[in-house]
């Protein structure tokens, strides 16, 4: 399989270069030249098998050559013995059509770990065996951070630097970052908010010669292999409810665009999804999107769904992409509009497009609290408040077929604002209970590229 940038003018790569690449050098993601197809006998052949054979036949065919099937299955086997649910990602029903899809049973509680323990796997297997090392950079609103931390901590080919926004993570969030006591690993606090910290982290991508002499490598979901390792949890969901005979829909609680896209990959794969709807918090670039056509930053309100706090979606453009008949050209106006004008406007065409594809909603934080304090009464689940965003956009986007939304985090990382919801403190399982009590480490610094390039190479 090879891969080519959204913008166009970026070198194809294989699966391997694009997944310790990141971001492409001419600014663009990387996207698969092509979907692989997997037919109706493919997916229900998928029925009952364990999560790990599900996940080797999905993404097999984007990973190629890179691994050996033997190899790569024991990269996959190794990625999920630490989730403590059989199942790794279980459901469990909330109504009559209506089911959760638990993606919090890794080590860090969010479902940023589905993706970044395999990428862990994956970035070790390959480094070990050409020699390399490599420097990890990654921005995180507060559950990619940690998940890249737990997945990378003491591997011997791989330094890792977390950038977060000073003051507005959760503390169990920070703390998952700051605690690992592995020295390879290095939670920065900057000053600024999510959509800075992701900027540096760009215009470091875009700094070739920093990126060239510290050989920088991405975890951040615009890492194709990320949103790769996400489709796989929509197909374990559809063939669970019936798929293939069955069209299901997902409502997927949503901020960088990564996990809805791993949905429409499943869909572009052959998965009979019936809607994808797009759950955004008050910070909602996204659905404002949907319904008018412009695609317009705003500044970031900080909600008690941080993970979400989010103006530019980044994986929003592979989307674009496609709906711009993959006109690397047409992506890299719309990214200069954007990067100049603050905005852009989508084509008719390219709108329509979208809303075949896509249905929308919002959640206001009042909405949200009252979204967990009514799934508690109703159903006994006590819920996150990225995942009572989805439950309460779910409701109103409900349509005939099954509706599955997406439970992105453990409460326990949120329980400031889930005890205010339903006056339950939720606890953290018992394998994290000392967290409050381990000490941290971080470095604070300013938002500013030359103060972070200088940092991250003195501590090299
Ligand atoms: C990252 C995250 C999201 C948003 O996912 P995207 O892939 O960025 O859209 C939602 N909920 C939680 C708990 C998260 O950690």
């Given at each position: 399989m090879r891969y080519i940038s959204t913008r166009g003018q970026a070198p194809e790569l294989n699966f391997e270069e694009a997944m310790l690449t990141?971001?492409?050098?001419?600014g663009g993601l990387y996207v698969p030249a092509e979907w692989p197809q997997m037919s109706a006998d493919d997916i229900a052949a998928l029925?009952?098998?364990?999560y790990e054979e599900v996940a080797f036949r999905v993404m097999k065919p984007f990973v190629d050559e890179t691994f050996s099937d033997a190899e790569f299955r024991e990269i996959i086997q190794r990625a999920y013995?630490?989730?403590?649910?059989?199942?790794?990602?279980p459901m469990v029903q909330t109504g009559p059509n209506d089911w959760l899809l638990e993606l919090h049973h890794g080590p860090t509680l969010a479902f940023k770990d589905v993706a970044m323990q395999l990428i862990g796997q994956m970035f070790e297997t390959s480094l070990k065996r050409s020699g390399q090392r490599v420097t990890i950079v990654g921005a995180t609103s507060g559950d990619t951070g940690s998940a890249a931390i737990e997945a990378f901590r003491?591997?011997?080919s791989v330094d890792v630097f977390i950038l977060y926004p000073h003051g507005r993570v959760s503390e169990v969030q920070r703390r998952q970052m700051t605690?690992?006591?592995?020295?390879n690993v290095h939670a920065l606090a900057v000053d600024g908010d999510f959509d800075t910290c992701q900027a540096l982290v760009k215009d470091m991508f875009n700094d070739l010669e920093f990126r060239d002499r510290v050989r920088l490598a991405g975890v951040n979901s615009i890492n194709w292999a990320r949103v790769l390792a996400q489709a796989v949890y929509f197909f374990t969901a559809a063939v669970s409810l019936g798929a293939p005979a069955r069209k299901v829909s997902f409502t997927v609680p949503t901020g960088n665009f990564g996990d809805i896209f791993a949905g429409y990959v499943a869909k572009r794969m052959g998965?009979?999804?019936?809607r994808l709807v797009i759950a955004t918090n008050q910070n909602d670039i996204l659905h404002r999107t949907l319904q008018s056509g412009a695609h317009e930053k705003e500044g970031v309100a900080p909600s008690?769904?941080?993970?979400?706090?989010?103006?530019?979606?980044?994986?929003?453009e592979r989307l674009l992409f496609d709906l711009y008949d993959r006109e690397g050209s047409a992506i890299a106006q719309l990214m200069d509009e954007l990067k100049e004008n603050g905005q852009f406007t989508l084509s008719q065409g390219a709108l329509d497009r979208l809303r075949a594809e896509f249905d929308s909603g919002r959640a206001s934080e009042e909405e949200t609290l009252a979204e967990i304090r009514l799934m508690a009464e109703t159903t006994g689940h006590v819920i996150c408040p990225h995942c009572a965003v989805g439950t309460k956009v779910a409701r109103e986007a409900h349509g005939s077929a099954p509706m599955v939304t997406l439970?992105?985090?453990?409460a326990a990382k949120f329980p400031d604002a889930v005890e205010q919801a339903c006056g339950i403190r939720p606890d953290l399982p018992p394998r994290m209970a000392d967290l409050y009590e381990r000490p941290e480490r971080l470095t604070r610094l300013p938002g500013e590229l030359s103060a972070l390039e200088k940092h991250i190479e003195g501590t090299l």
């Open positions: 990141g971001l492409a050098r001419d029925a009952g098998l364990p013995a630490g989730f403590d649910h059989a199942a790794r990602c003491g591997l011997s605690t690992p006591v592995e020295d998965l009979p999804i019936d008690i769904s941080p993970s979400m706090d989010i103006q530019v979606s980044s994986n929003f439970a992105t985090a453990h």
